[in-house]
């Protein structure tokens, strides 16, 4: 066959695409283009019980037509302003020497993306870190130079450790002398949403106080772009919750959303991820790691390793409702 027949001869054979190519190959898919649902817009879908709050101030900016990212940003900061949260903003836990240090990213679907961590004194590690993103040609500041930027943007100063958390660090301090902090399916309640506006762009954004009783100067998943959370306006967003260090080995949020490019539905690109990180982290039993997804038709899903974990979801089909999602050790799925 000549070089123009065999030109001739790859035209006229269909074209298969990502979901075609891996049926061809036998690889289960969750979903076909076909039969896919008609676009929700606008959505919402946050962590935790704490995430109602979140998804109504990330929702109204949302109906009002505002963007995916500002409407991220509004969401997250009604959970650190929230005192009665400990694990994120004012009110989080402190590390092990007593300093509150918190750690925040935020990303839109264009790959945008700032982020801080191990920042002490300020309300909102959320929008220092959009100013990272908008006023600095980096990613991510730390520490005090995370700080010292803050305050040059106009953010002030302020007291995170209230006085019942500090008696309980006390207590903490005087019962466990070698320092160690408590890894538990209850210690990692860290905010992450995902945002899809009636433009159809997509954003997330993830904030926390990091684990109880840390280390000082240790980070997390949180602030970690492709760990805490990940954005491709192609495709969709994803984030995670739970302990850290095993969503970060797994790259869990970028694991997510590029199993949903391969045609996966939220849901079970969230089991696949969940997966690669028990492969990953021998003592999977005894914590806890969680995804939540959302792609651009405006789909959700979610699944963890341990069953105490839910998020909540805000679209024109679901009011603002908790959603328990499958997961590993009950075998729910």
Known sequence: MSTADRRRFLRQLPVLGVAGTLAACGTEQSTTQEHLPPTTRPVVVSTWQHGL?????????????????DAAEAGVRVTEADPAVRTVGLGGRPDRDGIVTLDAAIMDGAGGCGSVA??????????????????????MLVGDGAQQFALAQGFTLTDLLLPEIEEEWKIWQRDNPGYRPPINVENHDTIGLLTLDQQGNLAAACTTSGAAYKYHGRVGDSPL?????YVDD??????????GEAVIRACGSFLVVELMRQGHSPTEACRLAVERVIAKNPDYRSIQVGFIALDKLGRTGGYCIQPDFDYAVYSPQVDNQ????????????
């Open 53 to 69: 709050a979140a998804n109504a101030a990330a929702y109204a900016v949302l109906v009002d037509g505002g963007t995916a990212l």
């Open 118 to 139: 191990a920042l002490e004194g300020i309300l909102h590690p959320i929008s220092v870190a959009r100013r990272v993103m908008e006023a600095t040609p980096h990613v």
């Open 225 to 229: 772009i492709g760990a805490g959370l």
């Open 234 to 243: 192609e495709v969709g967003a994803a984030t995670a919750t739970g302990w």
């Open 322 to 333: 908790l959603v328990v999602p499958p997961s590993k050790l009950t075998g729910n799925e």
